[in-house]
């Protein structure tokens, strides 16, 4: 029985890009095979001087497997961040970063009492109108 002609559609320096791409291939159906991935693991230097960790496909797949890796799927990620980027409940505004509230006081009673006492909170700050939200 004639095993079919593998053909290598992309190459990556480590083995963990490689699966991230037999995964896309083989969610559109296409078979995938993984050439040097353990010689990679092993020996992570090797990599450039074998070509890195190639990823293959029967050689009727080539086109098609190539096409599907050119695809950019970032528009996708964004977009799902989009969706679920917490806002400030007083104006609105997404332009949030993390903050502990009651460090600076924590710290004080520390420094007078010499043991600490943590009555502090996290949360977010809005970089907009200064509202704390608490998690």
């Known amino acids: 029985m004639n ?4 053909t290598t559609v992309a190459s990556f320096s480590f083995p963990h890009e490689a699966h991230l791409a037999q995964s896309r291939l083989e969610a559109e159906g296409i078979p995938v095979f993984i050439a040097d991935e353990h010689t990679i693991n092993m020996q992570w230097l090797y990599s450039n001087a074998l070509g890195g ?3 293959q496909v029967p050689a009727q797949f080539h086109d098609q497997a ?3 890796l050119a695809q950019d799927l970032s528009a996708l990620v964004d977009a799902e961040f989009e969706e679920s980027r917490d806002t ?3 104006c609105g505004s997404t ?5 502990t509230q009651g460090k600076k006081p924590a710290y004080l009673v520390f420094l007078l009492l010499g043991f600490p006492l943590f009555f502090y909170k996290h949360g977010q700050k809005c970089n907009n109108c200064g509202e704390f939200i608490p998690r």
Do not use: A, T
Not at 95 to 99: A, C, G, Q, S
């Open 53 to 55: 960790v190639k990823v």
């Open 66 to 68: 190539k096409e599907i």
């Open 3 to 6: 095993s079919p002609e593998f």
């Open 95 to 99: 332009d949030l970063k993390p903050y």
């Open 88 to 90: 400030c409940p007083k």
